[in-house]
């Protein structure tokens, strides 16, 4: 029988390009596969993406499988499982690795249920044990109250990797590797699901998981005219506005704009928490941030146990007069 | 149509980051006196999209619950809003299981509840974030998924769903039966009405051990891991926080800004 050799990590892109946790897997699958004294691989599935191969060399893969067919242009459950399920069973490697995304989250464990395997989601620190070889996967748990450390004796080890967790290599395009077509083979009547519409949602201006000022506002802001303020502020340093959960289920800010535990990673140079106590489910979406601020009117409130600088009151008097000292001091 | 929702008993949430513990050695977290176990707010979630599709078109939904010393309160919730049935698979011998334990034995017993049109599960529960457990089951049952579910609607034996993606959502359709799993963007789970908590206080729950829905219980539960937990901490944060004084908040916004530009960060 075979054996499971080998890591591999599934590629997304965006618009042409490898996305930015793409090159994330592949930093952190090259260490992996170079303690292991193994080869790392990239599986590219879509259409018309065939230009990616080279960039997932480039970024640090020993080989490239690529599966390009008309049938994948759109993300689709049965569609993406199934061609995997082949991958998988075809070149068998040891470990999976997948990025934490709205793909990864979709795919990794209907994969792993039906390679009859398991899954670790979200994780924020892989490495080798010595010992037994197997990968050692950390992941926050109860909403970043905690964490948790996972092995898994069955193969392929899956884990799906967050944003902004794992460092890319530097690109090297004098690297060299294998580009293997595979032949998706799927009868397109399994694919139970159709994608009607796809919508983009984002923000204007600088985006939120790439800006390095980020302006992160509460349920105390109270509405969407408040977070115009935090707007302000944001334009001016060059920055971008996020939010907890409450201001986006209240609709005073796109959903989008969610960051935390079930919205999006950012690691800005400064983030400027207003008006927010700092859940556990927030924080675990905004602590990788090098500098935090915090502007809260209540004194025993979380966000001021992890903000390096902050002052107690109420934002409404703080803010305009914080922005427009900022204003004169940077003209 | 007929409609299952799994829902799941954890320590609350919103609880203060301040009251959480991990109990040395057990590598269990602390029940903290004033800590409450509630229903895990994306099983609320869950519930609520149920209750959304029978109120327009009508239907029967079973809620199902895993796990030991359910507080009837807390699984009662479902039953409260508007749920018809609620089964628990309460025994020893579903504790400390991992998604894949976990998926099998509610695949299980919805096989056991009979016909279904959807099966509804929250995005991931609020105490293990791993958001396995519903593609788990769709996997075992042979069920198309839906994930991260923000809209639902139901025509013609069909749903199309609103699902949540990286940069804004798509729109998918299935034919039913199918699992979705169901996202906070969906909207507010409604309150239980003093008459829905009545009902649900006369209400008994159906029981089902595992030889009621013909599991061994080698793969159920702690046995039936796949995954094996090594650890379980809190991470150490050690940020000294400056607090920056004012005679007023705008002077204190003031000395904030200046703070900032001394220590270089603007």
Request: aromatic share 6%.
């Amino acid at each position: 029988m075979a054996e499971y050799k080998g890591v591999m990590i599934y590629s997304e892109d965006t618009e042409g390009k490898l996305a930015a946790i793409t090159t994330e897997l592949l930093g952190c699958g090259r260490a992996l596969a170079d303690d292991l004294a193994q080869e790392l691989s990239a599986v590219v599935v879509g259409s018309g993406i065939s230009g990616l191969a080279q960039q997932t060399i480039t970024y640090g893969a020993d080989n490239v499988y690529i599966i390009d067919d008309p049938l994948f242009k759109d993300y689709r459950t049965d569609s993406y499982v199934s061609v995997m399920e082949k991958v998988v069973k075809q070149v068998m490697p040891q470990i999976l690795l997948m990025g934490q995304t709205s793909v990864g989250r979709d795919l990794a464990p209907r994969l792993a249920f039906r390679l009859n395997t398991a899954a670790t989601m979200g994780c924020v620190e892989l490495a080798i044990d010595p010992g037994s070889k197997l990968m050692i996967q950390t992941k926050p748990v109860y909403g970043g109250n905690a964490q948790a450390i996972f092995s898994c004796a069955s193969f392929p080890q899956i884990a799906t990797v967050r944003p902004k967790a794992m460092s890319p290599l530097e690109p090297d395009t004098s690297r060299k590797g294998e580009v293997i077509p595979i032949e998706a083979g799927l009868d397109p009547s399994t694919i139970r699901t159709k994608v009607l519409e796809k919508v983009k949602e984002e923000v204007e201006g600088i985006k939120l998981e790439d800006a390095e000022v980020v302006i992160g506002g509460g349920r105390g802001i109270g509405s969407a005219e408040g977070f115009k303020q935090l707007e302000e502020l944001a334009k001016m340093l060059k920055g971008a506005v996020g939010a907890t959960r409450p201001p986006c289920d209240e609709g005073w800010v796109p959903a989008g704009a969610q960051i935390g535990q079930t919205g999006k990673i950012v690691a800005p140079d400064l983030y400027i928490a207003v008006a927010l106590s700092g859940s556990c489910q927030h924080m675990s979406g905004c602590s990788g941030s090098k500098t935090l601020i915090a502007i809260n009117k209540d004194p025993e409130a979380n966000i001021l146990r992890e903000a390096h600088f902050s002052v107690v009151g109420d934002w409404k008097k703080v803010l305009p007069a914080f922005t427009n000292k900022i204003k004169e001091l940077l003209s | 149509m007929n409609m299952v929702v799994c829902v799941k008993q954890v320590i609350d949430p919103e609880a203060p980051p301040t009251s959480f513990r991990i109990d040395l050695g057990t590598d269990k977290v602390a029940q903290l006196p004033g800590v409450s176990l509630v229903l895990d707010p994306y099983a609320e979630y869950a519930v609520e999209a149920a209750l959304r599709i029978k109120d327009a078109q009508g239907g029967k939904i079973t809620a199902i619950a895993l796990g030991t010393n359910l507080l009837r309160d807390v699984v009662k919730k479902p039953l409260a809003m508007g749920v018809d049935e609620l089964i628990l698979l309460e025994d020893e011998a579903f504790e400390g299981g991992d998604s894949w334990s976990t998926a099998y034995a509610l695949a299980m017993a919805i096989k056991k509840i009979g016909a279904h049109d959807i099966i509804f599960c929250g995005r991931e529960a609020s105490d293990w974030n791993a958001g396995q457990v519903g593609s788990g089951i769709a996997e075992i049952l042979g069920l198309p998924s839906i994930t991260l579910a923000r809209k639902i609607d139901i025509a013609n034996g069909k749903a199309t769903v609103k699902r949540g993606t990286d940069v804004g959502y798509e729109v998918v359709e299935v034919s039913l039966p199918t699992l979705i799993t169901v996202s906070n963007e969906i909207g507010e789970p409604r309150y239980p009405t003093i008459k829905g908590i009545m009902a649900a206080k006369k209400k008994d729950p159906v029981i089902w051990k595992p030889a009621d829905i013909g599991v061994n219980p080698s793969q159920i539960g702690f046995s039936g891991r796949r995954i094996k937990m090594h650890r379980l901490f809190q991470p150490v944060r050690e940020v000294n926080c400056e607090i920056i004084e004012g005679e007023t908040p705008e002077e204190a916004g003031v000395n904030l800004a200046l703070k900032l530009r001394e220590a270089g960060i603007l």
